[in-house]
């Protein structure tokens, strides 16, 4: 079976291949956009190039230029305010010959202007008087020389279009632009315009350095998120998962990961119902065991005393005799038959109970239901037992509890069959509804011999009975039944003898209120 990567890998091996991919595909469009930053930048300048080019193109054209040194010395000092925001202007013949250049003339930097010729008057050394300091040399601007440039540019063959250069001279950065200048139709040279455009350089840094700086910051967020992520969401995980292997391979070496429930957080109510699940889980299958092994004792009775009375019956011819062993025969199979029945039934009650849909129930009007149907069958006996419903200290208030109508439905019919059988005829048997702390309180007591006080512990064990005489009327398991029912509903289940002159038995049964 082929599976991918990312399939079986961790997920934290996930998170972090995701993000380095993240990462590449970042870096591969940062490179790109710090690629094209600069040509952009380059080309902006020439466009602001190419229009002062044109006009100085429009204004030769005009005038009638001459491409020597001196009309285009001329041109150039005349026409100085075209050129204002240029560091430097060059003109070049067809034959790429340097005709007039801003930085040799006699012009103040960006404003082009002609400066008169000064006289110089020779001053006298020898005055004492006189304190003079020798000028500091002038740093004058750095050029370069752009002829080959100029024909490398010639030498195209679509001559027409511009020569952009960017280029790092003298530890500056120098945007060239390179035309050709034409005259009523005519060539007549070229011209190169030449900008200091450090600018550029700082640009392009800054955003390399605020991109690097970005990419840092969250590199380190992610590192940091990556092991919040691996200690306290992926490593507790990782151990529950542990846990449900060891417990689906019987290993008995199991780490309860005990520091784990005490968390508030989603892991803590993750483990905690995980814990509490494996609890119930192996609560279910010590039940399951148990109640196997008692089912089998229970059956095994019958069916010796079965097999023993069949045995007899095929070798006595004694009518009476016969009479007795198949009263007997009859007996153990009833017996049998209700075990399997009442075992299937409870069986079925705690798979419905674990797939139901709990639900807000008022228990009172439950059971004024379930006793309003026993007493209408109790009037059609002959035991004359009548069932009293006490709802006097409810004062009004609802007895509201969570949980299956059905099943507290059953709860009610099986104690109070529980109680119809153990009650004597022309008896009474009291269902009282309470509120007891934060628990919905029912009361049923009925008038009969009561539990034997010896095993009144026992009472809601598997296959207990407390009346021999009538033992084949009942499995032993109604009250068991009842009390899982109840357990699985949050509540509990107490029996015990009425106090003081009273005579009965008293089963007390408290379920959680519900708000």
Do not use: W
């Not at 002609?114 to 020779?122: A, L, N, Q, W």
């Not at 455009?197 to 969250?218: G, H, P, Q």
């Not at 009375?309 to 005799?321: F, H, P």
């Not at 009327?473 to 029996?495: F, R």
Request: with cysteine.
């Amino acid at each position: 079976m082929k599976l991918s990567f990312f399939s079986t890998s961790p997920i934290l091996n996930k998170f972090l291949i995701f993000n380095l991919i993240v990462f590449l595909v970042l870096g591969i469009f940062t490179f790109l956009y710090l690629n094209a930053l600069k040509p952009n930048l380059i080309e902006n300048i020439s466009k602001q190039h190419s229009r002062i080019i044109d006009n100085t193109s429009d204004h030769i054209s005009r005038l009638n230029v001459e491409f020597t040194k001196e009309s285009t010395r001329e041109f150039l000092l005349e026409k100085a305010f075209l050129f204002q925001n240029l560091d430097r202007v060059q003109l070049y013949d067809l034959n790429s010959n340097l005709l007039a250049d801003t930085d040799t003339l006699n012009l103040a930097q960006n404003i082009f202007v002609i400066s008169e010729d000064v006289k110089e008057t020779p001053i006298d050394k020898s005055d004492e008087n006189l304190n003079i300091e020798e000028s500091p040399k002038i740093t004058q601007t750095v050029t370069f020389n752009t002829a080959n440039y100029v024909k490398g540019y010639s030498k195209k063959k679509n001559i027409k279009d511009k020569s952009v250069i960017g280029e790092t001279i003298n530890n500056n950065f120098f945007v060239i632009t390179i035309n050709e200048v034409q005259a009523n139709g005519e060539k007549k040279g070229y011209i190169v315009v030449s900008e200091i455009a450090n600018d550029i350089l700082v640009a392009v840094d800054e955003r390399k350095n605020f991109i690097l700086r970005t990419v840092l910051s969250v590199a380190l967020v992610i590192l940091i998120f990556s092991v919040f992520l691996n200690k306290y969401i992926l490593k507790p995980i990782r151990a529950l998962v542990l846990y449900t292997k060891a417990i689906k391979d019987k290993d008995e070496k199991i780490d309860k990961h005990e520091k784990y429930l005490l968390r508030k957080d989603e892991v803590g109510q993750l483990s905690r119902s995980l814990s509490e699940m494996t609890e119930d889980l192996y609560k279910r299958i010590d039940i399951a065991e148990t109640f196997s092994s008692d089912l089998a004792h229970e059956i095994r009775n019958p069916l010796t005393s079965l097999k023993g009375a069949s045995e007899v019956l095929e070798n006595t011819s004694d009518s009476e005799k016969r009479k007795k062993l198949i009263k007997v025969i009859s007996h153990d199979v009833e017996r049998i038959e209700r075990l399997i029945t009442d075992y299937s039934q409870m069986l079925k009650d705690e798979a419905s109970l674990s797939r139901a849909k709990m639900t807000k129930i008022d228990v009172a009007n439950v059971v004024d239901s379930v006793v309003e149907d026993f007493n209408s069958d109790l009037l059609n006996s002959n035991k004359n037992i009548k069932i009293y419903v006490n709802n006097s200290n409810l004062n009004g208030s609802k007895l509201n509890v969570l949980g299956v109508e059905s099943k507290l439905e059953q709860i009610i019919a099986n104690l109070l069959d529980n109680a119809v059988s153990f009650s004597p005829s022309n008896s009474k048997i009291s269902v009282i509804c309470n509120i007891k702390k934060k628990d919905a309180q029912l009361i049923i007591e009925d008038e009969g011999p009561g539990f034997n006080e010896k095993n009144i512990d026992q009472v809601f064990n598997r296959f207990y009975s407390n009346r021999p005489e009538k033992f084949g009327e009942h499995s032993g398991l109604g009250l068991n039944i009842v009390k899982n029912i109840i357990e699985l509903h949050g509540g509990s289940i107490l029996a015990s003898n009425q106090s003081g002159n009273k005579k009965g038995a008293r089963i007390e049964v408290l379920l959680p209120i519900y708000k």
